[in-house]
C-alpha cells in the first residue's frame, strides 16, 4: 500500500534528527499547517557519518526515489526552517554527558528510520571530567501509527516507536481546520430586516453564518392623495411596491390666483390709497398701498411785498387740495441817488458827500479827502553868499500858506594862483590864489626841486677788515653835502690748525687766523662719543628680580648698565577658586607662583540660571490665562509663563417650543344675491328651476285646477358665512445655544 506523502516527509525529518538512544523530549511543535514536525533540543551534533548509514541512505534512495518525488520540492523549500528547528539531545543516565550528533538520514519507504551514533566524542556537562569511553553503535528503526486522527478543530498524533522497543517519540499532525459549503440562504433580507446566510463545514458539520444586507426599500413613483389648495399644501403618498411600507411629501401650496384688481381707497396728496386683489380661486383679498400723490403747487403769488431792508412772502397753493406754504422774497436792498458835497473839502480837512435812498428816504455818507496845498514856485527873500547859505520862500495858491527852503552856500570861486616865493632845489616856494567874488585868498606851498648837482666825492674815511668807511658828496649849487658808506673789506681767514684734540667725553677746538689784520676765531671739534662693545650680563634677572647688563667703551673703558627686565616666567600653581560663582555673580580663581608668591586672577563666569520643567502654579481655565513657575535649581530665583486659557466645553441646549395654531384670515359673513324660483300659485321658493318644475307637475297631476301653474324668480339676499382661515406654526419659546461646562459662559449654537 502506498504511503501518504506527509507521512514520507515526516520519516525522512525523523531519520535527519535524532541520535542514537534517541529523544527523550517528546515535546512538539508543527512548523507547517500540513507537515508535522519535531520541536528543536539545546543542543545539534556534527559526527561523522558512518559507513553503514552512507551505504543505507544509498538504497533508501533508490528504493523510495518514486514515492518520494512529490515530497521533496516541499522538504527542500522547507529544509532551512526545518533543519533549525529539529534537534533531540541525548543524555545517558549513567554519566549526564551530551551525546554525539548523528548524520542526517533520509526517509525509508517503509516508514522505518535507522540512526547511527559514534560515542567515541563525548562533550562531559559537569565541572569533572571523566574518561571517555568507547559504545557499541546502534541504529533506531521507527515504526510509526497515526494514534490519534486530526480534525478540523484538534490535532493529530503520530507515534514513532523503536523496532527494538527502547524507544518512543511523538509527532503532532495540525488540525485540518474546516471546509466550508457555498453557503444556503437561511432568513430571507427583506427591506428593512437584514437576513442570513448559514455556511456549513463539509467535514465536521460545523456552521457559520453571514449577514445579508437588508434590500431597503423600493418605492413607486408617488400618489396626490390630498390635492393642494391656496393656502394649504397638498400630500404625495409613496409606496413600496415590495412591502407596502408608505411615506408622504408635502405638495406645494398652488399660491393664490389674484385678480388685475380694483381701487378701493382713492389716494390724495397726502394720504396713501388702496388697491385690492382677489382671488380668482378661493376669493381671499389682498391689499396694496397705492402712493399718495403728493401736491401739485401753482407757481405762487406775493402775498407780502419786499422793502428796502425786510423780506416779502410767496404764499403758493396746492391746486388740488388747497395746501399753501410760503417762501420769503429777497429785500431789495437801498437805491441810492448820485449824491451832494454837504461839506467841502480843503488843503488840510476832509469834505462830506451824502446819498439818499430814492425809495425810503435814508442817508449814508462818504469821506472827501483833503487836496493838500497847491504851491507856487518860489521866491529868493535871502541871496546865498561864498560862505552862508540864503533861504526860498514858497506860497499855496489856494490859502496863502507858506514853507522855505535853504539855498546852498556858492563857495569860493580862485583864479589859478601867482607864485608869490619861487623854490631852489633846498627850499620849497609859495603860490598864492585869491577869489574873484570876494577877495579872500589862500596860498599853496612849492616844494623843493631837490635836483642837487653834487660833484664825484671825496674819500673822507678809509675801510678796514671790521668798518666800513665814508665818502662825501657836496652840491657845486648851494653847497649841500651827503655821505655814503665803503663796505668793510671783510676777513682773510687761513684754512686753521687744531689748537685741542677732541676725547670721546669733551670737544676739541680748531683756530683760524686772518691772513690781512691776524684776527682769529675758534670753532668747535665735537667729541668723539663712546664706543660701547655689545655688553656682559653681570646680573641674570629671576622672576621677581631685574638683571643687570654692563657695556664698556673699547676707547677709553667708560661703562654703563642697563636693566635686564624680570622673566615674568612664574611657575603657577593650579589656582584655588577665593570666591565661587553664583547664576548671576563671576568668581575669582587666584594662582600663585610657587617660586616668588606672586599672585594673578581668573574671573569665572557665572553659572547661569538652571531652570527646572517648571510647575502648573494657576492652572488655565477657559476664561482666564494659567500661570506656569519656572524655578532655578541653584538660587531659587524664578520667572513664570502665561498658559494660554483653554478652549470652552460647550453643552449644546436644544431649540425649545410649541405648535400654535394661528389666525391668518378672520372669519367674516359675506351678503351675496342668489336667485329664488317662486310659485306663483302657493308661493313656494325653491332653490333651482328642476325643484321648481317638479312641484308644478306633482302639483298638476294632484289637483288639475291647481293654481299652481307657473312661476317666477327673484334675487335674494343671501348670508354666507366664512370661517377663519388658520395654520399651525412652530413657535420657539427658547432658541438654541451652547453653554460651556465649566464657565458657564452661552453662545448662540451654530
Known sequence: MKKPAWLLATALIVAMSFTACGPKNTDTVSKDDNTPVVSESTEKSSDKITSEDKT????????????????????????????????????KSDNKSNSNSTSNKKKTGTGTTKRNTDSKKNTNSGSTKKPETKTEVHTHEYNHVVTKEPTCTEDGVMTYTCVKGDNTYTVTIKAKGHSY???????????????????????????????????????????????????????????????????????????HSYDNGVVTTQPTCTKAGIKTFTCKVCGNTLI????????????????????????????????????????????????????????????????????????????????????????????????????????????CKVCGDTHTEEIKALGHAYDNGVITTPATCGKDGIKTFTCETCGNTKTEVIKATGNHTYDNGVITKEPTCTEKGVKTYTCTVCGNTHTEDIDALNHAYDEGV????????????KTFTCKTCNDTYTKEIKALGHSYDDGVVTKEPTCYEEGVKTFTCKTCGNTYTKSIPTTDAH???????????????????????????????????????????GVITTPATCTTDGVKTYTCTGCGNSYTKSIPMTDH?????AEEGHNETVVIKEAYNEEVLEPRYICNGCGKSFTNTTDVCNHLILANRENPDTPCGNYHSEAVKVTIHHPAETKTVYVVDKKAYDECKHCHKTRESK
Open 571 to 613: 611657575v603657577y600653581d593650579d589656582g584655588v577658586i577665593t570666591k565661587a560663582p553664583t547664576c548671576t555673580e563671576t568668581g575669582i580663581k587666584t594662582y600663585t607662583c610657587t617660586i616668588c608668591h606672586k599672585t594673578k586672577t581668573e574671573e569665572i563666569s557665572a553659572t547661569g540660571h538652571h531652570y527646572d520643567d
Open 181 to 255: 459549503d457555498n453557503g444556503k440562504v437561511t432568513t430571507k433580507a427583506t427591506c428593512t430586516n437584514d437576513g442570513i446566510k448559514t455556511f456549513t463545514c463539509k467535514a465536521c458539520g460545523h456552521t457559520k453564518t453571514e449577514s445579508i444586507k437588508a434590500t431597503g426599500h423600493k418605492y413607486d413613483n408617488g400618489v396626490i392623495t390630498k390635492e393642494p389648495t391656496c393656502v394649504d399644501a397638498g400630500v404625495k403618498t409613496y409606496t413600496c411596491k415590495t412591502c407596502g411600507n408608505t411615506y408622504t411629501e408635502n405638495v406645494k401650496a398652488k399660491s
Open 288 to 395: 396694496e398701498e397705492i402712493k399718495a400723490l403728493g401736491h401739485s403747487y401753482d407757481n405762487g403769488v406775493i402775498t407780502k411785498e419786499p422793502t428796502c431792508t425786510e423780506a416779502g412772502i410767496k404764499t403758493f397753493t396746492c391746486k388740488i387740495c388747497g395746501d399753501t406754504y410760503t417762501e420769503d422774497v429777497k429785500a431789495k436792498g437801498h437805491s441810492y441817488d448820485n449824491g451832494i458835497v454837504t461839506v467841502k473839502e480843503t488843503c488840510t480837512t476832509d469834505g462830506v458827500k451824502t446819498y439818499t435812498c430814492k425809495d425810503c428816504g435814508n442817508t449814508k455818507t462818504e469821506v472827501i479827502p483833503a487836496k493838500g496845498h497847491t504851491y507856487d514856485d518860489g521866491v529868493i527873500t535871502t541871496q546865498p553868499t561864498c560862505t552862508k547859505a540864503g533861504v526860498k520862500t514858497f506860497t
Open 649 to 653: 466645553d460647550w453643552l449644546h441646549h
Open 498 to 509: 687744531v689748537t685741542k684734540e677732541p676725547t670721546c667725553t669733551e670737544a676739541g677746538v
Open 56 to 91: 543505507s541512505d544509498k538504497n533508501v534512495d533508490k528504493q523510495d526515489s518514486e514515492k518520494t518525488e512529490s515530497t521533496e520540492s516541499t522538504d527542500v523549500s522547507k529544509k532551512d526552517d526545518t533543519t533549525k528547528s529539529e534537534s533531540v539531545s541525548d543524555k
